[in-house]
T-cell receptor, first 111, second 113 residues
Framework: LAKTTQPISMDSYEGQEVNITCSHN???????ITWYQQFPSQGPRFIIQ???TKVTNEVASLFIPADRKSSTLSLPRVSLSDTAVYYC????????????FGQGTELSVKP | DSGVTQTPKHLITATGQRVTLRCSPR?????VYWYQQSLDQGLQFLIQ???????AKGNILERFSAQQFPDLHSELNLSSLELGDSALYFC????????????FGSGTRLTVV
């Protein structure tokens, strides 16, 4: 499973767009990139997943450059309720299937 | 409600004791995963079961064991508990062995005193 590196923490203000970048230099051909969100004392929640280029859903966008060695989670117009830890995971999930979480990025949204 | 049910939500017990945590996966999901989250260790993968069989093992202590029953619910047994076992224990489920779309439960908070 490819190792990921992301900032430990980020601060933002309500209404701003937040971009969290994740590095995964050793990503394999079959690997997908998945982002999870976790609020204190709650289980992680799936946000978005992609393989290449751009993926968008009602919550976020995921940008993946052609070399796939990094990815950026974009949260548009954040609110206080977006304060959480965001995890970037990389894996093919075809062999064993376990999710390996890194330290994540603690996002703090201020009024 | 994520569809993954964990019981109990809170558990307080003494050192040396044994506890059982229960997880009911989302309807239709065959894979169950157990994770431990403590303040200093982050989210640690413990073990995975797929349709009743152990599929993958992580950093699970020998004092811990798990199983998945024919109705697909899973139990995590923690014995000879130590203060350091105090943590949040999460269960997740997915439809395939691997694949996408993991759903986590709300966790069991274990406090060992």
């Amino acid at each position: 499973l490819a190792k990921t590196t992301q900032p430990i923490s980020m601060d933002s203000y309500e209404g701003q767009e937040v971009n969290i970048t994740c590095s995964h230099n050793n990503i394999a051909t079959n690997d997908y990139i998945t982002w999870y969100q976790q609020f204190p004392s709650q289980g992680p929640r799936f946000i978005i997943q992609g393989y290449k280029t751009k993926v968008t859903n009602e919550v976020a966008s995921l940008f993946i450059p052609a070399d796939r060695k990094s990815s950026t989670l974009s949260l548009p117009r954040v609110s206080l309720s977006d304060t959480a830890v965001y995890y970037c995971l990389v894996g093919s999930y075809n062999q064993g299937g376990k999710l390996i979480f890194g330290q994540g990025t603690e996002l703090s949204v201020k009024p | 409600d994520s569809g993954v049910t964990q019981t109990p939500k809170h558990l307080i017990t003494a050192t040396g004791q044994r506890v059982t945590l229960r997880c009911s996966p989302r309807s239709g999901d065959l894979s169950v995963y157990w994770y431990q989250q403590s303040l200093d260790q982050g989210l640690q993968f413990l073990i995975q079961y797929y349709n009743g069989e152990e599929r993958a093992k992580g950093n699970i202590l020998e004092r811990f064991s798990a199983q998945q029953f024919p109705d697909l619910h899973s139990e995590l047994n923690l014995s000879s508990l130590e203060l350091g076992d105090s943590a949040l224990y999460f269960c997740a489920s997915s439809a395939l062995t691997g694949g996408h779309g993991y759903t986590f439960g709300s966790g069991t908070r274990l406090t060992v005193v």
